[in-house]
């Protein structure tokens, strides 16, 4: 069983910055994938970014040059930086990941990214 704990989010004015986090704890697991999605009010979840074990990472089209995604080994967290925040950046961002081997996706709780001036 994989337990993801989201930290971050709040509330920025339009060209801030914010950081969100998400450790990733339980026993007998590997990575393959952990990221990040989010959801605005009347959308769909959609994805921001990907940290693929390897190191490649993959972002969507509405945050390249804007977010970085990272990965801390050694913890098992992955780091979201997003800076340059736009007023449409604003949603619930849910980390997750997935697992190696037989397909196991697990979810964080979401936290609230508010950019409002």
């Known amino acids: 069983q994989v337990q993801l704990v989201e930290s971050g989010g709040g509330l920025v004015q339009p060209g801030g910055s914010l950081s969100l986090s998400c450790a990733a704890s339980?026993?007998?697991?590997?990575?393959?994938?952990m990221g990040w999605y989010r959801q605005a009010p009347g959308n769909e979840r959609e994805l921001v970014a990907a940290w693929v074990v390897g190191g490649t990472t993959t972002y969507a089209d509405a945050v390249k040059g804007r977010f970085t995604i990272a990965k801390d080994s050694a913890k098992n967290t992955v780091f979201l930086e997003m800076n340059s925040l736009k007023p449409e950046d604003t949603a619930v961002y849910y980390c997750y990941l997935d697992v190696l081997g037989p397909y196991a996706r697990s979810w964080g709780q979401g936290t609230q990214v508010t950019v409002s001036s």
């Open positions: 339980g026993s007998g697991f590997g990575i393959a994938v």
